[in-house]
């Protein structure tokens, strides 16, 4: 799964965003997902909640927390690799360094070492070792 510092193109309600399959998803995973991104909160504030609608033409959210859907939507994938590029750029201090906490913690349970999971463990390591390498440099 991939996410960038520049927001997507995102048209549909916000539970459309985040699961993509909106007849087959998994509501507790859901919730992880926008937990670990930080954005639950302001989602359930909304009138209409995940049903609310997200276009370009009636963007209700702001740059900020359409990435934090992106992130949400990112991990909801449940992939083997995870690329994060300059995912907190437009977010405050505070903020990025909770979600990149929270994603380590996530990337950490999802991924424990077991014989089982050998080479591909091995592959995430490498990936998150490098993405957590340049972070350090920024």
Do not use: W
Request: aromatic content about 8%.
């Amino acid at each position: 799964a991939f996410i960038c510092e520049r927001t997507a193109r995102i048209d549909g309600s916000i539970l459309e965003n985040v699961v993509v399959n909106c007849n087959n998803y998994d509501e507790s995973r859901l919730i992880k997902c926008v937990e670990i991104a930080s954005i639950r909160r302001e989602i359930e504030s909304l009138p209409k909640s995940y049903d609310t609608i997200l276009s370009h033409s009636n963007m209700c959210l702001s740059k900020g927390q359409i990435q934090r859907i992106l992130i949400a939507r990112t991990i909801y994938k449940d992939a083997d690799i995870y690329l994060f590029d300059e995912i907190t750029n437009c977010l405050g201090e505070q903020m990025g360094n909770d979600i990149i906490e929270k994603i380590d913690l996530f990337l950490k349970e999802k991924h424990e070492f077991t014989p089982h999971t050998g080479i591909r463990y091995l592959r995430i390591l490498i990936i998150y070792t490098i993405y957590k390498m340049v972070m350090c440099l920024i």
